[in-house]
């Protein structure tokens, strides 16, 4: 079974520049997450969907932040304008219930 | 108050010890309960999942979980070094599969 496919793996941006990344869960999970993991923090969920339908959004700053999942299959988290605090690792995860989720392998942001 | 909490560290234990990592949880409701390990530079990868009252063994590792207390732990037997990781407590809320994390516990297994 193919896991969770991100990409790209690593990004370096000026602020107020915009950056996109992409996710492609495992075939068949219907719930798909984006985290945010600043260094030394635990994973931080930015937003949550089922399908291609949004379950949780809250956590997302959504004057910077959109993301999409079109056809319920990949999905596409944009930053734009980027600040500085942005830098993170942006994890992917995908899930078929609500038993576990599988992570990618994170997109490492850098905002200079 | 924050959802999950753990002590941060730095964790350091001798190699064949035991590694012993705690985790506190905000909602009584919650009704799924997870520990991770995260390599450094690597995403968090599932190592023992807890979802009713007591212990649970896999292996070296054991699951702990006192929901009356909010309270899960992971006991490590007999550390190896490849053991040294980062391990996130994440807890999922009751009628739902958001999962919420600690911020980590890092531990060191010295050879």
């Known amino acids: 079974e193919a896991g969770v496919a991100q990409s790209p793996r690593y990004k370096i941006i000026e602020k107020r520049q915009s950056v996109a990344f992409w996710c492609n869960p495992i075939?068949?999970?219907?719930?798909l997450y984006w985290y945010q993991q600043i260094l030394g923090q635990g994973p931080k969920l930015l937003i949550q969907f089922q399908n291609n339908g949004v379950v949780d959004d809250s956590q997302l700053p959504k004057d910077r932040f959109s993301a999409e999942r079109l056809k319920g299959v990949d999905s596409t988290l944009k930053i734009q304008p980027a600040k500085l605090e942005d830098s993170a690792v942006y994890l992917c995860?995908?899930?078929?219930?609500?038993?576990?989720?599988?992570f990618g392998a994170g997109t490492r942001l850098s905002v200079l | 108050q924050k959802e999950v909490e753990q002590n941060s560290g730095p964790l350091s234990v001798p190699e064949g010890a035991i590694a012993s990592l705690n985790c506190t949880y905000s909602d009584r409701g919650s009704q799924s309960f997870f520990w991770y390990r995260q390599y450094s530079g690597k995403s968090p990868e599932l190592i023992m999942s807890i979802y009713s009252n007591g212990d649970k063994e896999d292996g070296r590792f054991t699951a702990q979980l006192n929901k009356a207390s909010q309270y899960v732990s992971l006991l490590i037997r007999d550390s190896q070094p490849s053991d040294s990781a980062t391990y996130l407590c994440a807890v999922s809320r009751s009628g739902g599969n958001q999962f919420y994390f600690g911020t980590g516990t890092s531990l060191t297994v010295i050879p």
């Open positions: 075939s068949g999970h219907a719930t």
């Open positions: 995860a995908s899930s078929r219930s609500r038993v576990r989720e599988y």
